[in-house]
Every structure is written in structure tokens, then in C-alpha cells.
């Protein structure tokens, strides 16, 4: 039985349901040598069609070996019953971001991570979302003025403008609304620079080469390392002027200088620092693929597009959305829910065993690593119903029951599952809404959308939009 199957009688009972694209999948199994160029350019085309409906799979690369869990049982095993030793991770992940976080509780792992852990997830957590709905809603609210000056029939590129738009509200939630355009828009410049010349993929990491050995992006990343790093030290010294205070006193960064870890110290200057700069970059190009992705779907999917604005219509009309209204916009947070399942931006999950240990009745060694993928996970047709089909219906529990936790992953699961997945479902949702109510999006004629891992899921490097007033 799997998680939906009810769903089958609504889809071929005739429901129209839109198939979004997804990148070609081989037969069957290739080598090392030609898995080798597809791991650089895109990581979801290693995958073959077996791979989505395997269970558990081992590969050796050298001396390492990749462990691939595909249920939610292993998933289960994996991240909870040997959380300790699934909790580094990957040597590929460290080398992308060390420069940039340094020791950020996103790569961090042991004591140093559940300290940060304790200081930083409080300060996104569900529970203060509403003090920063309003920010949200007014950055929104400024971009669809921005869009009002446009056309009928003008094109956008709408992975940019998501991409800035969850910039601008990060960036304003983290470091202070009232810090001025100038330190924002050096921020994202910095960001965009540092995305567009590291290397997530690390061939040299994956192979087992030490971090001291020279990697040539490496002279491509010091320039933007300096421009953030220069920023965020500014806007500590701005929060350190007592006269300046109020800049922040709203913001993300105060709450930072005021919190403890578990033995009742203080963050350094340092910590501040890295802690800002892993709140701003983890929550900034998840959501803004999320929108991209969902603006794709909704262009591609009439029927679920009439009832979102059926929803719009009769939860909000015709004024402004705000955080009381996102309880009851459910079949948006369906179509949000669907999307994630179908391009979680986080596509692969991989950890490093920092010990020797058991998993599936066969051994691993300290350094092997674990590879848990939303994406195979989310489109296992033994786990999801019509695996590849956008049917938001599915996460409504009138219609089918609730996914198991463990099958549906895209702010991942166990101790290290995303503290802000309530501000990120709570920004996706007021954004969807409060756009849609003024503007309608299609997908630029001929253009191919293809779906690409780098740092994260992405639609390409663009996505061309046509606008239309509503
Ligand atoms: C749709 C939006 C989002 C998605 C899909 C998402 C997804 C994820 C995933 C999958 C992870 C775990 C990564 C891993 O274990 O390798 C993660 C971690 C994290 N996320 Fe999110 N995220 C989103 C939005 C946000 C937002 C808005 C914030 C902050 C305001 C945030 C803060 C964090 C932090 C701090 C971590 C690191 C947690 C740790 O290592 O303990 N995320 N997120």
C-alpha cells in the first residue's frame, strides 16, 4: 500500500494532472567513467530508472564507499537510530562552504554543532515567525509594485526575481529592515558570486584528497569571501554603536549577541558572524527555488491554478495577505507541499560515518558515505502514487492520508532537520498569494525547462516568465 493510494482513483478518474519535467533517466546502471562528467555538470542525471525504485544500494569509489537509503525505514535508521554517526558532513559539503561559514553550525557537527544548534534554532523557529510576518509582507508587497510599472506580456526572469526577492526578506530579517539598500545588495551580490564559482561537486574531495591540497576555484572565491565578510562585520559594528542599536534591535543578529549556549556563554564576535551568515544563505535560495519551481507548476496546471485563486478569492479577496490568513490557505500550502516533494532544493542528503557501524546487515568504515536523496525518495514508485505527477491534492488528508515523515524529506529529518521550515513555508505561501492576487505568470514560449543540482535544485540558470496583470 503505498502512502496515496487513493490518489490513483482521483488521477485516472479523470482528474487532468500535469507531469513537470524532469531530466532523462537511463535504462540501466552506467559506469564509473561516464557517471563521472554527469556527478560535475548535474547531479540528478547519475541517477538510472532502477535507482528510484531501489531500496538500499552500495558503490565503491577507491577506497570509499557511497550507501544509498531509498525507503523511509532506512531513512529512519539512518538519521535517527545512527544520528551520531550520520552526523558530518561530506567532505565536498565542508570544502564548498568552510570558507564561507567557517565553523557555521551547518557544516559543524559533535559539541560545537549542538551549542550553535541550541543558540540559532530558537531565533527562526515557528514560534517568532509571526514577528517577522510583517517584514515579509511588506518586502512582497514592494516587488509586486515593482512589477506593476511592467507590461502586459513582459518577460521576467522569475528564479531572479525569487532569488532576490527571498534575498531582500532574509536579508531584512537577519541584519535589520531599517539597514539601507546598500549592505543588502552587496550581501546578495557576494552570495551570487561565491554560488557561481564553488564547487560543490569536489571531485578532489571525493576521491579522498586532503583539505590543504590546492583547488582551483579556490583564487575564484576570495573576492566575494571578502565583500560578505566585510558587510556583516560593518553590520556587527553598527549593532555594537549602542546609538545605532535601533537599526537592529528588530533583527535576527540582536538576537544572536543575546543568545547562550547550553553552559551559559555568550557567542563570540566570530560565532555572530558565521551564525548570521548560515541563517542568510540557508534560507535565502531554498525558498527562492521553491517560488520558481511553483510559479513553473501553477504557469503549466490550469485546474490548480483556478483553485488557488478560488482559495485567494475567499480566504483574502481583494486586500493585502497577512500571517493570520496562512492557517487558512491550505490548498496553497498543498501546491507548496507538492512542489518541494517534486524538487526539493535540497535534492541529496550525505553524511560522512565518523565511525565503523552496521546498516542494513552489511559494514561500513569511519569516511563512507551516506547518501539519502529526496529527490529518488519523493518519486519512488513504491512509495508516492503517480510518483512524477504535480497532484497537490495528495497532501490534503480528505483525500489521502499523511505522508510517513520519513518519505517525505525536504527540510530533511532527525536533529538536523531545518529549523525555519515554518518562516520558509510561511514566506512561500504569502508570497504565492500576494503576487497571484495581482499578477499571472506562463512560461516563455519554446523555453525547455530542465531541472539541474548544483548547490541546490534549480530550474536552469533562468526561467523566462510572461506577465500578466490580473
Ligand atoms: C523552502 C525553504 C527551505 C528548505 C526546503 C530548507 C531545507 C533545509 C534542509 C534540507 C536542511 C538540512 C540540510 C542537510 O542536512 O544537509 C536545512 C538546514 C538548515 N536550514 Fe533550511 N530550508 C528552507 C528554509 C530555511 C529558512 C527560511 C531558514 C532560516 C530562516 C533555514 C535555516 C536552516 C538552518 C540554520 C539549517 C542548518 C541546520 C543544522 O545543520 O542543524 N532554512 N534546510
Not at 516587488?143 to 510599472?149: E, N, Q, V, Y
Not at 536533529?415 to 504569502?430: H, K, N, V
Request: proline fraction near 6%.
Amino acid at each position: 500500500m503505498k502512502l496515496d493510494d487513493n490518489l490513483v482513483l482521483e488521477i485516472e478518474g479523470g482528474v487532468q494532472s500535469y507531469i513537470p519535467p524532469f531530466p532523462k533517466r537511463a535504462k540501466s546502471q552506467r559506469s564509473l567513467l561516464e557517471l563521472l562528467p554527469l556527478y560535475r555538470s548535474n547531479l540528478l542525471s547519475i541517477f538510472d530508472e532502477n535507482d528510484y525504485k531501489r531500496r538500499y544500494g552500495r558503490l565503491r569509489i577507491l577506497c570509499r564507499e557511497l550507501i544509498l537509503c531509498n525507503t523511509p525505514d532506512l531513512v529512519q535508521e539512518a538519521f535517527i537510530t545512527q544520528h551520531e554517526i550520520f552526523q558530518q558532513k561530506t567532505a565536498q559539503m565542508e570544502q564548498a562552504l568552510k570558507p564561507l561559514l567557517d565553523d557555521g553550525l551547518f557544516i559543524s557537527y559533535g559539541e560545537l554543532w549542538k551549542t550553535r544548534r541550541a543558540a540559532v534554532a530558537p531565533i527562526v523557529h515557528a514560534n517568532k515567525v509571526s514577528n517577522f510576518a510583517p517584514i515579509m509582507c511588506e518586502t512582497i508587497q514592494e516587488w509586486g509594485d515593482s512589477w506593476c510599472k511592467r507590461k502586459n506580456g513582459d518577460e521576467i526572469d522569475i528564479l531572479f526575481e525569487m532569488a532576490e526577492l527571498t534575498a531582500e526578506i532574509i536579508s531584512r530579517t537577519v541584519f535589520g529592515h531599517k539597514l539601507g539598500r546598500q549592505y543588502t545588495s552587496e550581501i546578495v551580490a557576494g552570495f551570487k558570486e561565491y554560488q557561481e564559482n564553488v564547487h560543490q561537486t569536489d571531485l578532489l574531495s571525493m576521491f579522498g584528497f586532503p583539505d590543504w591540497f590546492p583547488r582551483v576555484y579556490r583564487g575564484r572565491i576570495r573576492k566575494p569571501l571578502k565583500r560578505i565578510h566585510t558587510v556583516v562585520d560593518s553590520i556587527i559594528e553598527i549593532h555594537e554603536q549602542n546609538n545605532l542599536k535601533n537599526i537592529c534591535s528588530d533583527a535576527m543578529i540582536a538576537r544572536l549577541f543575546e543568545a547562550k549556549s547550553e553552559d551559559g556563554r555568550y557567542l563570540t564576535r566570530k560565532a555572530i558572524r558565521n551564525e548570521a551568515i548560515v541563517i542568510f544563505m540557508a534560507g535565502h535560495e531554498t525558498t527562492a527555488n521553491t517560488l520558481a519551481w511553483t510559479w513553473l507548476n501553477l504557469s503549466k496546471s490550469p485546474r490548480v491554478l483556478k483553485k488557488l485563486y478560488d482559495e485567494i478569492e475567499n480566504v483574502i479577496g481583494n486586500r493585502p495577505p497577512t500571517f493570520e490568513d496562512v492557517s487558512k490557505l491550505s490548498y496553497t500550502r498543498y501546491i507548496i507541499e507538492e512542489t518541494l516533494r517534486l524538487y526539493p532544493p535540497v535534492p541529496i542528503l550525505s553524511r560522512r560515518a565518523i565511525r565503523n557501524g552496521v546498516l542494513e546487515g552489511e559494514s561500513y568504515r569511519k569516511g563512507d558515505i551516506l547518501m539519502v536523496s529526496p529527490w529518488l525518495l519523493h518519486r519512488n514508485p513504491n512509495v508516492w502514487s503517480h510518483s512524477d505527477s504535480f497532484f497537490p491534492e495528495r497532501f490534503d488528508p480528505n483525500i489521502a492520508p499523511k505522508p510517513n515523515k520519513y518519505a517525505y524529506l525536504p527540510f530533511a529529518i532527525g536533529p538536523r532537520i531545518c529549523p525555519g521550515l515554518a518562516f520558509g513555508m510561511t514566506e512561500t505561501i504569502l508570497t504565492i498569494v500576494t503576487l497571484a492576487q495581482r499578477f499571472e505568470l506562463s512560461l516563455k514560449a519554446g523555453h525547455k525547462v530542465q531541472a539541474m543540482s548544483r548547490l541546490t535544485l534549480r530550474p536552469g540558470n533562468s526561467l523566462p516568465m510572461l506577465l500578466r496583470h490580473r
